[in-house]
């Protein structure tokens, strides 16, 4: 865990109020796991006190030439990306940064996908399935790619209000085999939530096994979680709890999980954000 100053390499704005956000913060990038988030704080803005916690989207390398791109030819990650939606006061005015303005970011923190925990699962599995709602997709790109390179099969089910929900495709299509999207207003894809093909395509193959890699709106993860103790597979769920102060002081973000005969609870910023779905006891 790291506290820098970041610069801002680009700002990009995708569809739906999304933007991409590229920071230049070389010891942070390098440290990155799959799964893991940032806190991020607007220096010098007193209306603006809390960090707001972000999913790691991705980390690049920066060329001699200044422009960045996938890690190679011995190049080091250098670029931490985070994707967000404009959603509060907060995120409107980071759609504002423009390159060479600076940010204060913790990061990485919490302990995101152990690889030693997923690879292994999936490389048990037939196939492993990608379920991501609305902005919950920047938490799943850096493990499908640890996937994609263990030549490991996979499919992304992704789910929104609308298509311009539905950023990131372009990254995800040549790491999965294939796509299935859902929108609530039926502008893309499956009309409804994705949970719904997700819970057919399970139905349809109760004889093989997946491993499901969730992230999303708590109501999604119920019922993807559901899903999967019905059909037996394993599943993780990364949580996206708001927090104070990411650092398990607060406890603002603590989640109810299974105990020994007793409620017990556990904190999203520390002990997750990615937890085993059956650890976690999602009714009230």
């Given at each position: 865990m790291y506290d820098e100053m970041a610069q801002v390499v680009e700002n990009r704005p995708l569809a739906g109020r999304h933007f991409l956000l590229s920071l230049y913060s070389p010891k942070q990038a390098r440290a990155v796991r799959p799964g893991?988030?940032?806190?991020?704080?607007?220096?010098?803005?007193?209306?603006?006190?809390?960090?707001?916690?972000?999913?790691?989207?991705?980390?690049?390398?920066?060329?001699?030439?200044?422009g960045y791109g996938l890690?190679?030819?011995?190049?080091?990650?250098?670029?931490?990306?985070?994707?967000?939606?404009?959603?509060?006061?907060?995120?409107?005015?980071?759609?504002?940064?423009?390159?060479?303005?600076?940010?204060?970011?913790?990061?990485?923190l919490g302990h995101g996908f152990f690889p030693e925990e997923y690879l292994a699962q999936a490389r048990d599995a037939s196939e492993v399935l990608l379920v991501a709602g609305g902005i919950g997709i920047a938490a799943l790109l850096m493990p499908a790619r640890d996937l994609a390179r263990q030549k490991i099969p996979q499919r992304l089910f992704?789910?929104?209000?609308?298509?311009?929900?539905?950023?990131?495709?372009?990254?995800?299509?040549?790491?999965?085999?294939?796509?299935?999207?859902?929108?609530?207003?039926?502008?893309?894809?499956?009309?409804?939530?994705?949970?719904?093909?997700?819970?057919?395509?399970?139905?349809q193959r109760c004889e093989r096994r997946f491993l499901i890699l969730a992230c999303?709106?708590?109501?999604?993860?119920?019922?993807t979680a559901g899903l999967a103790e019905r059909y037996n597979h394993p599943c993780?769920?990364?949580?996206?709890?708001?927090?104070?102060?990411?650092?398990?002081?607060?406890?603002?973000?603590?989640?109810?999980?299974?105990?020994?005969?007793?409620?017990?609870?556990?904190?999203?910023?520390?002990?997750?954000?990615v937890f085993w779905s059956n650890h976690i006891v999602w009714d009230p």
């Amino acid at each position: 865990m790291y506290d820098e100053m970041a610069q801002v390499v680009e700002n990009r704005p995708l569809a739906g109020r999304h933007f991409l956000l590229s920071l230049y913060s070389p010891k942070q990038a390098r440290a990155v796991r799959p799964g893991q988030f940032a806190m991020i704080r607007l220096p010098g803005r007193s209306d603006v006190i809390l960090r707001r916690p972000m999913s790691i989207y991705d980390v690049r390398s920066r060329d001699l030439k200044g422009g960045y791109g996938l890690e190679r030819h011995g190049q080091r990650p250098a670029v931490l990306q985070v994707l967000y939606k404009v959603v509060g006061r907060g995120t409107r005015l980071m759609a504002e940064l423009t390159p060479g303005d600076r940010l204060a970011v913790l990061a990485p923190l919490g302990h995101g996908f152990f690889p030693e925990e997923y690879l292994a699962q999936a490389r048990d599995a037939s196939e492993v399935l990608l379920v991501a709602g609305g902005i919950g997709i920047a938490a799943l790109l850096m493990p499908a790619r640890d996937l994609a390179r263990q030549k490991i099969p996979q499919r992304l089910f992704f789910g929104g209000r609308s298509r311009h929900d539905l950023v990131g495709l372009s990254d995800f299509k040549p790491l999965v085999e294939a796509i299935t999207l859902a929108t609530e207003d039926g502008s893309r894809g499956y009309r409804g939530y994705v949970t719904a093909p997700l819970a057919q395509y399970l139905e349809q193959r109760c004889e093989r096994r997946f491993l499901i890699l969730a992230c999303g709106p708590m109501a999604m993860l119920q019922v993807t979680a559901g899903l999967a103790e019905r059909y037996n597979h394993p599943c993780l769920v990364s949580m996206e709890n708001r927090m104070g102060c990411a650092l398990g002081v607060c406890l603002g973000c603590s989640i109810r999980v299974q105990g020994e005969g007793h409620a017990a609870y556990e904190r999203v910023c520390t002990e997750g954000p990615v937890f085993w779905s059956n650890h976690i006891v999602w009714d009230p």
